[in-house]
């Protein structure tokens, strides 16, 4: 028996896509058929709501070790400075192209489709006074998250503050700099940490094991929760811009991850999609990058094949730093503002706008909604009243599920690629020392 099957004989793919299915076949048919019983609001209060609750907080409660064990032993196993910086500096291009051509994608669709002046005023007008609460809220979060702040918040004045806070992108600046430190100084002090530190990784790793083989049941509840109670006619009032905003997230997913995964990976897109679903579906149940974390390294590093330091300094990174499913999104969204409140756009500010998405999905937080803020900083900045995020608020859980697994299959094609480049970068290493 593999590690991936249990004793019903099916594999954690098999019994995760089955979750799938069952979970928002059911969660569609209350929606439609029992949409307004009582009964159903207890089902999803008392029963589907916690049990998807229960497994978002298990994989939560694995991610600060993870991403600080994962970031100290990805720098300390890379080992030399120069090996450091040639995959720190493909790690980055990789963000800043996929980013750009998602991006690029998302504003082409965009401008071809023009979804926000097919809306009728009068259903915009409904939309936005249904969410006005939650919409002035989002947008005056965007306060904490202005340009030179967002830099100067990834230097963390206190680590232990920035761990409890959740703040990953500290934490994350932290462990790199530690793990810089413990390459340099190769004291036995140094060498028993991080011999401590592989064991947490080693734990943190097993109880993922435990807790993903509850995924089936989770994916199950989470669906559910959310279909049974999904807008649907929310969904049809706005289908051109949700028709828009999935078109552009598949050609990304389906064109371009497998343009690169063959040219640059050299794995058949195939096999990826097989390898990468248990975090694919993790990713789309729970809209949390950071969430899907843990399953993201366990699943690229034992069914993609990709090199542990790899895996671990890639898929780290990327779960804060790569969202391409999420930049996609933001322009589509400013764009789509911008058309239905009659602001024209010049093609240099939508240039503007493309580089404002790139630098926003990087700060951007992954959990559900991060993405939200962000984009009510760029409305403010092209003078579109950031209160217009109301009119896509009853749609964004859908869309996010969306983005989310764009942004994960994103950071896993990522190290596929990088794991491929480090391969022949060493293969040839050892062809110039053996020659
Ligand atoms: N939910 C997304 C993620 O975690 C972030 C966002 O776009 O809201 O990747």
């Not at 500290?170 to 401590?196: K, W």
């Not at 994916?219 to 929760?225: D, E, K, T, Y």
């Not at 999935?246 to 990304?252: E, F, G, N, P």
């Not at 780290?316 to 239905?340: C, D, K, P, R, S």
Request: aromatic share 8%; hydrophobic share 55%; charged share 15%.
């Amino acid at each position: 028996m593999t590690e991936n099957s249990n004793t019903s004989g099916l594999s954690l793919h098999t019994r995760m896509l089955i979750g799938f299915i069952v979970g928002a076949g059911a969660g569609i048919a209350a929606n439609v058929f029992v949409g307004q019983a009582g009964w159903l609001d207890g089902l999803i209060h008392y029963v589907t709501d916690p049990v998807g609750q229960l497994f978002l907080r298990l994989l939560f409660m694995l991610v600060m070790p993870l991403v600080f064990s994962a970031l100290v032993l990805g720098v300390v196993e890379i080992g030399d400075a120069k090996s450091l910086g040639r995959i720190g500096g493909k790690t980055l291009l990789w963000i800043l192209v996929v980013t750009a051509i998602a991006v690029t994608i998302g504003l082409v669709c965009v401008n071809v489709l023009e979804p926000g002046r097919g809306l009728p005023q009068e259903v915009g007008q409904e939309l936005l006074a249904a969410a006005s609460d939650r919409a002035t809220e989002v947008a005056s979060k965007r306060e904490g998250v202005s340009g030179l702040q967002i830099l100067l918040n990834i230097v963390p004045r206190n680590p232990v503050a920035a761990a409890a806070n959740g703040d990953l992108i500290a934490v994350m600046f932290f462990a790199l700099m530690f793990g810089i430190a413990a390459t340099v100084i190769q004291s036995e002090g140094t060498r028993s940490f991080v011999s401590t530190v592989q064991g947490v990784y080693d734990i943190c790793l097993k109880l993922i094991g435990w807790v993903i083989e509850l995924a089936p049941y989770a994916v199950a509840a989470l669906l559910f929760s959310i279909t049974a109670k999904l807008g649907f006619d929310v969904l049809v009032q706005l289908a051109r811009y949700v028709g828009t905003v999935v078109l552009a997230l598949a050609i990304h997913f389906f064109v371009v991850f497998p343009l690169l995964l063959r040219t640059f990976g050299r794995m058949s897109p195939l096999a990826f999609f097989r390898g990468a679903e248990p975090a694919l579906l993790t990713a789309f149940s729970t809209s949390s990058s950071s969430a899907t974390l843990p399953t993201t390294l366990k699943v690229t590093e034992e069914s993609l094949g990709v090199p542990r330091r790899v895996v671990r300094f890639v898929c780290t990174l990327g779960a804060t730093a790569n969202m391409n499913g999420t930049a996609l999104f933001e322009g589509i969204t400013v764009l789509f503002l911008a058309q239905f409140f009659g602001v024209e756009l010049t093609l240099v500010q939508q240039v503007m706008v493309l580089v404002l998405c790139i630098l926003g999905s990087v700060g951007a937080a992954g959990v559900p909604g991060g993405s939200l803020p962000v984009i009510a900083m760029i409305l403010v900045m092209f003078k579109i009243p950031p209160e217009g995020i109301g009119l896509i608020l009853g749609v964004d859980r859908f869309l996010d599920m969306c983005r989310t697994v764009v942004n994960v299959g994103g950071d896993m094609a990522g190290s596929v690629v990088i794991g491929r480049s480090e391969a022949a970068a060493e293969a040839r290493e050892a062809a110039r020392q053996a020659g």
